[in-house]
């Protein structure tokens, strides 16, 4: 692979927000590039690559004898269940229709817009319930409709299947023999691992799960995932009717472009594990935004020089390695000389009133040899619990890491614009989720903050000191 072609294709990440970048090809590591802050060790959100590790469990259910057939009926697996709007449609419902998103179910999910169901899924108590009940728009396997309850009741079908949870028996039966020890996965109210999103995986563990399809499903000479399986998923023929790029197919949870040879995993914000088998490619990206995947199939495809080792290019080679070293060095950010005021603050708790910015009391501390924060949310289900952050604050213009959480490692800095007014910027790295830039005016024994909502509204808040 050409190292010029790769150095366009990390700078090309920088456009796109990534967090990071990852080629494998024959067998070994050709790129493996961190955009600082992010780093190898942070496990990074998968977003609805989730779902491809879902139809992965399923294909070894079925290897394993557990699951006899992916025509088996949906509803069987629900038999305790007391279920709404059951007509032939929904009976008719099969594993495969899941799988392909061809079950037919009422659902609004956009590939680009508003995830009007599965929002509304999220604020219900109990998923399963809320999917299994909706009316059916479409008998099933006549159209595609994108839709993240199909892998749930998947993740539901596979722990009726094992008495594990889709977590647990991904431990046991694929994160085990891939040797992935590290990742977070979300469960719903009942305790159900989400099956359309939730997952947090290390990127290299991302490249594994590409790297067992890439060897049609197995693993140092061991078959995991039946070959048959892998070539379905391969050969997707699901038109999944997008009038962006009408070449899209769908299968077993995975997405293709027929045209580019290619196949893959896709999350939200160009989380994908991207597989190539002509070329023996697995590539993988983690990023905060969009990304299209035709123009990075290109790129990477375009990189393929030859099958064998290219002559030596040191130009290239320099130019690589000055590139990667730019975009995974922190560069510091400016910062103001520090006040009187900062003694005066520091360790002071401030407490706000229900807020648009869900801040429920922050406290810095800025003056002594540890600057850090302690942070309380109130959470977005009104009835659960307070979330608590808290972590060390770089004052120098580079970001401080906090020990890691369930919701990733939050990096921190800030830094003075005047006498009164401190910038907070925080980032929660591997959770694909905006910079929290908040402006912190000190006025009174007041702390008037001003941040964006989640629609990016700015708002603008008063806490009072308490305890």
């Known amino acids: 692979m050409d190292s010029a072609a790769l150095a366009r294709l990390v700078e090309f990440g920088t456009t796109r927000s990534f967090d ?26 998968t977003n609805s690559a989730t779902k491809a590790v879902i139809g992965t469990l399923m294909a070894i259910a079925s290897k394993d004898g557990l699951l006899d057939s992916t025509d088996h009926r949906m509803l ?72 993240s309850g199909n892998p749930h009741l998947l993740s539901a079908i596979l722990t009726r299947l094992t008495g594990l949870s889709a977590s647990d028996y991904a431990k046991a039966r694929l994160f085990g023999p891939l040797g992935i020890s590290t990742w977070n996965w979300r469960r719903d109210p009942q305790g159900i691992s989400t099956g359309g999103y939730g997952l947090a995986l290390l990127p290299r563990d991302m490249a594994k799960i590409g790297y067992l399809y890439l060897r049609q499903g197995e693993w140092e000479g061991k078959p995991l995932v039946p070959a048959g399986w892998v070539e379905k998923t391969r050969h997707a023929t699901v038109n999944m009717n997008s009038s962006r790029s009408p070449t899209l197919r769908y299968s077993n949870l995975f997405w293709a472009l027929p045209d580019k040879k290619v196949y893959m995993a896709v999350g939200y914000h160009c989380q994908v594990i991207m597989i190539f088998p002509e070329l023996d490619i697995v590539a993988v990206t983690t990023a905060r935004d969009f990304c299209p995947f035709g123009k990075m199939a290109d790129h990477i495809s ?12 040191p130009a290239g080679t320099n130019l690589l390695a000055g590139v990667i070293h730019e975009v995974s060095t922190e560069k510091p950010s400016e910062i103001g000389a520090m006040p009187e005021i900062a003694s005066s603050i520091s360790g002071k708790t401030y407490k706000f009133l229900s807020n648009a910015l869900n801040v429920r009391s922050l406290s810095l501390t800025l003056a002594g040899p540890n600057p850090h924060y302690e942070l309380e949310m109130n959470s977005r289900n009104p009835t659960g619990p307070a979330l608590k952050f808290a972590g060390p604050i ?58 964006n909502d989640r629609a990016g509204l700015e708002v ?3 806490g009072e000191p308490g305890d």
């Open 20 to 45: 990071s970048l990852l080629i494998v090809r024959h067998g070994r590591i050709v790129l493996d590039v961190y955009y600082a802050p992010y780093a190898a060790d942070i496990p990074h959100i």
């Open 76 to 147: 069987d697996f629900f038999t305790d269940r007391s279920i709404a709007n059951v007509d032939e449609r929904k009976k008719a419902i099969t594993v495969q229709s899941l799988l392909d998103m061809t079950s037919g179910v009422d659902w609004e999910e956009p590939l680009s817009g508003r995830p009007v169901s599965m929002i509304a899924m999220e604020r219900s108590p109990d998923w399963i319930k809320f999917i299994l009940d909706r009316q059916m728009s479409n008998a099933p396997g006549d159209i595609f409709n994108y839709n």
């Open 302 to 313: 375009g990189a393929v020089k030859s099958e064998m080792a290219l002559p030596p290019d």
């Open 394 to 451: 770089g004052l120098d213009g580079l970001f401080r890491k906090s020990d890691p959480t369930a919701f990733g490692v939050a990096a921190t800095k800030g830094r003075w614009l005047d006498g009164q007014t401190f910038v907070f910027e925080r980032r929660m790295l591997g959770a694909d989720t905006p910079l929290q830039k908040w402006t912190l005016g000190f006025d009174g024994g007041r702390l008037n903050l001003r941040g």
């Open 460 to 462: 603008s808040i008063v």
